[in-house]
């Protein structure tokens, strides 16, 4: 019998109607879910979905994929949603990813790629890119190797930090230094088959841990989608501009793209600029993203998987989504695991609201915290208002020890200036 396993996915956050047919083969017509492996064992990956008998695979964790697990799959045959290794150095090196965008005229911030700590104390010497400056490790520094400084002896203890110290070990041996941008920041998603791409969606995240976008910064603490600053135009231009010239650029280097890509978008007083590529959905954007997909979702993952999309379009739907970040005592910087976790029956017999997992374990028969960022509940409604007061609603309901959150998720949707809205060159 045939089955499909979703490893290192998102299988919870598909769409109702995918939900229902997965759960339906799992009952006895043919689909099975199975669980994750370690991310950087990609041979565990490829055993899991042989044991299986996978027809796809959709990878989550970008470790899995720098590691080349797509290669891998791809010399077996086997259908798996994700770029090869060298495809995925859009998000795994700053360096080449602004240098290819260079090559292709894609618009971003200036920069230079430093190969020493003399390099780069040099670099912030002459002033080019002025106060504050950007700087980011080349490689994988799980979300913390980028750094914002506002003064010239911050720069030179990021660089310090980075290429001497090597707190970021081998991904801090070569530092990208480039112009501060600003302006709001949106994500756009598209899935590509590797030779065409096709949009998904739009959201804004939350980065910093506390109200105000005040303290240090995570992975994410919510996200709303669609973003209010996407409009049709907008899209059209980050379509052409940006997405095209990449699916394009990297098939004319030899390292066709497909999977889905982040677009990390700044829009600047000049015009719509790339800030990161992402080669996989992130976390929380895909909870609020996927949900908005008004169509069956696996024919997409399969026609990307096999190249073969042939389509430039989705059906996407009218409702908002609100999703908060429900994160463990101590998070960023350290997490607390072991909390029991109540109220997530109760959370979802709300209107409207869906619980999603991340760092969760279930030890003796109960449900505890295994992780910094632990849930994320997410409200859908008709306006981004009544999304907000649905999820938050949910989040009334759970409970756990150091349970920590931000109340001001999608605040920033329910009112956005006219200035904000995106010059398009």
């Given at each position: 019998m ?11 956050q ?13 009952q ?6 199975a ?12 055993t ?8 796809l ?22 259908l ?11 998000e795994?090196?700053k ?6 965008m ?21 670099c ?23 750094v914002?400084a ?18 970021f ?56 989608a669609?973003s209010p ?12 501009a ?6 394009h650029?990297?098939?004319?280097e030899?390292?066709p ?18 800030i ?18 008004d ?25 908002k989504?609100?999703g908060?970040v ?23 017999a709300?209107?409207g ?5 991340a760092?969760?374990?279930r030890?003796?028969?109960?449900l ?34 150091g ?23």
């Amino acid at each position: 019998m045939s089955r499909t396993v979703f490893l290192h996915t998102y299988g919870c956050q598909m769409n109702e109607r995918d939900s229902e047919e997965i759960l339906g083969m799992l009952q006895g017509k043919g689909y099975a879910l199975a669980t994750q492996p370690e991310a950087a064992d990609i041979l565990l990956i490829n055993t899991c979905a042989v044991r299986e008998h996978a027809d796809l695979t959709v990878v989550g964790p970008e470790v899995p994929l720098s590691l080349g697990v797509a290669d891998r799959f791809a010399a077996a045959s086997r259908l798996l949603v994700g770029p090869s290794a060298a495809a995925a150095r859009l998000e795994t090196s700053k360096a080449f990813a602004k240098s290819f965008m260079a090559r292709h005229g894609i618009p971003t911030a200036r920069f230079q790629t430093c190969e020493t700590a003399s390099d780069a104390n040099r670099c912030i010497a002459t002033g080019e890119f002025g106060l504050p400056v950007v700087l980011k490790a080349d490689g994988l520094a799980a979300g913390k190797g980028v750094v914002v400084a506002s003064t010239r002896i911050e720069a030179e203890a990021a660089i310090d930090a980075a290429m001497s110290q090597r707190r970021f070990g081998e991904a801090g041996a070569r530092l990208v230094v480039e112009e501060c941008l600003s302006g709001p920041e949106v994500s756009f998603f598209v899935i590509s088959d590797g030779r065409s791409a096709l949009p998904i969606g739009s959201a804004q995240d939350h980065k910093r841990i506390f109200d105000g976008d005040r303290g240090p910064n995570t992975g994410g603490m919510g996200a709303f989608a669609p973003s209010p600053l996407v409009d049709e135009a907008l899209q059209g231009y980050v379509m052409r501009a940006i997405v095209e010239p990449v699916i394009h650029g990297m098939s004319a280097e030899g390292s066709p793209f497909s999977g889905f890509l982040y677009v990390g978008l700044m829009l600047t007083a000049e015009g719509p600029k790339v800030i990161e590529f992402n080669v996989r959905l992130g976390d929380p954007e895909a909870q609020v993203i996927l949900s908005l997909i008004d169509e069956p979702l696996v024919p997409l993952l399969v026609g990307a998987a096999r190249g073969a999309l042939r389509r430039t379009a989705c059906r996407q739907s009218s409702d908002k989504l609100v999703g908060v970040v429900l994160a463990s005592r101590g998070y960023p910087e350290t997490s607390d695991s072991g909390k029991v976790i109540t109220g997530i029956n109760a959370a979802e017999a709300e209107t409207g609201v869906a619980v999603y997992h991340a760092g969760t374990a279930r030890v003796a028969g109960q449900l505890t915290t295994a992780g910094g960022r632990v849930l994320t509940v997410v409200g859908r409604g008709g306006s981004f208002a009544e999304a907000a007061a649905r999820a938050y609603a949910g989040v009334s309901h759970i409970a756990f020890d150091g349970m920590q959150y931000r109340r001001d998720i999608g605040r920033r949707a329910l009112d956005v200036p006219a200035e904000s809205r995106a010059r398009i060159p």
